[in-house]
């Protein structure tokens, strides 16, 4: 897999861990098998705002290049075809998707209230 290093926060050069990778070798990943289902109007809003500005974000892929978070941001990059940014944890499977997926917060309107408010 073709594939751009962002950082080089590495003891090794094979080693990459602790190095944010970028790829548009899109088949070079793959979904992890038991991870949730695209939302298609999820993936929509992340094309509509990538389109407009794509922020730098990165994903997460294990060892075996299986996706395990930003399989929506990887399908947006893919569609717009720009790179996608990603780290590799290895042993990152399942249940660690699930933790991280249960444990994210969106912004409630009160949330949103309070940011204006602070900022006049």
Aim: hydrophobic letters at 25%; a positive charge; glycine letters at 4%.
């Amino acid at each position: 897999m073709k594939e751009k290093e962002i950082n080089y926060n590495k003891k090794k050069e094979t080693d990459k861990m602790n190095t944010i990778l970028s790829t548009t070798d899109y088949d070079g990943l793959r979904f992890l098998k038991g991870n949730r289902p695209i939302n298609k109007s999820h993936l929509n809003n992340l094309i509509k705002s990538m389109q407009n500005k794509q922020l730098f974000t990165t994903g997460i892929v294990n060892e075996k290049d299986e996706i395990c978070d930003g399989q929506h941001r990887f399908m947006a990059c893919k569609t717009l075809e720009k790179p996608f940014h990603y780290t590799v944890e290895p042993g990152y499977g399942l249940e660690e998707v699930i933790a991280l997926n249960t444990s994210s917060r969106k912004w409630t309107n009160e949330n949103y209230l309070t940011c204006y408010l602070e900022r006049e």
